[in-house]
């Protein structure tokens, strides 16, 4: 029962504070346009394209599971809340004008903060680059795939994972939702890992799967 009651107020600290930058954008409280308004695919892609910024917090919430040698020890009892501030910056005009496929890609600069929660209290944080692909055909809706690696520093205590300097590897997808034209909420998934390349041992690698929801602000 302690773990769960840590875990909420972890959660409910993440929740408010990747959604307070929305409730309190001014634009919120000035516009008198209508949220729902749809926006049109040039409006939206406007805001992607070469040395175009996007400035994004995102919380969520990150499991194990029992992949090859995350099923040793209790690797994958691995829970955690985690923050991940973020920059990101086009690297290219939108490609493939004509086709179902059109998009740009992004590079984006995060520092996760991650809180384990169970089998042990503990903590990790560190660095990631993760290149991004934006599909740009649906409006307001910007759906994207995502892969990166980075380094990162944990203090988890978990039997088959040794503490310490690691790297981490991970992938995945998610899509902007526009709620205004250059404010979007943001919603991801990924898988992730964590290993220290034999550094030390042990060195099982921990594998999850890490969920994540935020705000995003793009400048154009």
């Not at 634009?27 to 749809?38: M, N, R, V």
């Not at 179902?100 to 503990?122: I, S, T």
């Not at 310490?164 to 979007?184: D, W, Y």
């Not at 992730?192 to 969920?211: K, T």
């Amino acid at each position: 029962m302690p773990s769960l009651f840590r875990f909420r107020r972890c959660a409910l600290r993440a929740l408010v504070f990747t959604a307070f930058p929305l409730l309190s954008h001014p634009c919120l409280a000035d516009s008198k346009e209508p949220a729902s308004s749809p926006l049109t695919v040039e409006e939206t892609n406007d805001l992607f394209g070469y040395g175009k910024q996007e400035w994004s917090i995102a919380g969520g919430y990150g499991f194990g599971v029992g992949l090859m040698g995350s099923n040793d020890g209790n690797l994958k009892e691995l829970r955690y809340a985690t923050v991940i501030p973020r920059w990101g910056i086009g690297l290219g005009d939108p490609l493939a004008e004509s086709s179902w496929y059109k998009g740009n890609f992004d590079l984006l600069v995060e520092a996760p903060l991650l809180f384990a929660y169970h089998p042990e209290h503990g903590f990790a944080g560190g660095g990631t680059l993760m290149l991004r692909y934006n599909f740009l055909q649906l409006g307001r809706v910007v759906p994207f795939i995502e892969a990166g690696a980075g380094v990162v520093g944990t203090d988890f205590d978990l039997k088959g994972q040794a503490d310490g300097f690691n790297f981490s590897l991970q992938g995945g997808l998610g899509f902007h939702f526009f709620v205004l034209p250059q404010v979007a909420v943001t919603a991801e998934s990924r898988f992730h890992h964590i290993s220290n390349a034999g550094l030390r041992q042990p060195n099982s690698g921990i594998n999850d799967c890490l969920f994540l929801i935020g705000t995003s602000f793009f400048v154009r």
